[in-house]
Every structure is written in C-alpha cells, then in structure tokens.
C-alpha cells in the first residue's frame, strides 16, 4: 500500500516559481505512473501532468512549457516545477499515483499566486 505526502506549496508572485515535491511509503514507487493534478475553487479536479516508471512524460496543454515533472525513484519522491506562474494557477495541488486496484492519492498542498 502506498501513502503520498506533497509539500512546497506557499504564496508566489505572478511569474514566480515554486518546486512541488511528493514522498511516497511503500516499496512499489518506482513501478507506478505517477501524476500531477489540481483543483480550484469551485471547479473539477484537473490533469497536470504524469511520468511513467520509465521516466516518459505528459503534460496538459495549460501547463506545457511551465511545468515540469520529474521523479527521484531512489528517493520515493516525484516533483512539479512550476515557473511563469498566474493567478490562475492558484489551486490545491494533488500528486496521485496509478495503483491497483484503485489509484492513490495525496492530502494536497495549497498554491497560492497573488498580485
């Protein structure tokens, strides 16, 4: 079973950055899918981005260009780098990964960007 713990989110300028990371528990990190998803105020969640164990990356048009993905199997960790940010990137950030038989999901962490 694994347990998925994000943190790094925090307050940011319009066209700042800030680096999402998630830990995760369990041996299998390495195997899964991992993915990047957020969800404003009053809207549905929202697909970011995710990297296959094999490192092979996509990305939601919104995002490309932005936003990076990136994952660190010797450490259970995947990250978001998120640069050029907007206000309309303010949103509760989830990492999620593809397990089975049903998909496991973080706690979120909170990105606000502000003028």
């Known amino acids: 079973q694994v347990q998925l713990m994000e943190s790094g989110g925090g307050l940011v300028q319009p066209g700042g950055s800030l680096r999402l990371s998630c830990a995760a528990s369990?041996?299998?990190?390495?195997?899964?899918?991992m993915g990047w998803y957020r969800q404003a105020p009053g809207k549905q969640r929202e697909f970011l981005a995710h990297?296959?164990?094999?490192?092979?990356?996509n990305y939601a048009d919104s995002v490309k260009g932005r936003f990076t993905i990136s994952r660190d199997n010797a450490k259970n960790t995947v990250y978001l780098q998120m640069n050029s940010l907007k206000s309309e990137d303010t949103a509760v950030y989830y990492c999620?990964?593809?397990?089975?038989?049903?998909?496991?999901w973080g706690q979120g962490t909170q990105v606000t960007v502000y003028s």
């Open positions: 999620k990964a593809e397990t089975l038989p049903w998909p496991t």
């Open positions: 369990g041996s299998i990190f390495s195997r899964v899918t």
């Open positions: 990297i296959t164990s094999g490192g092979s990356t």
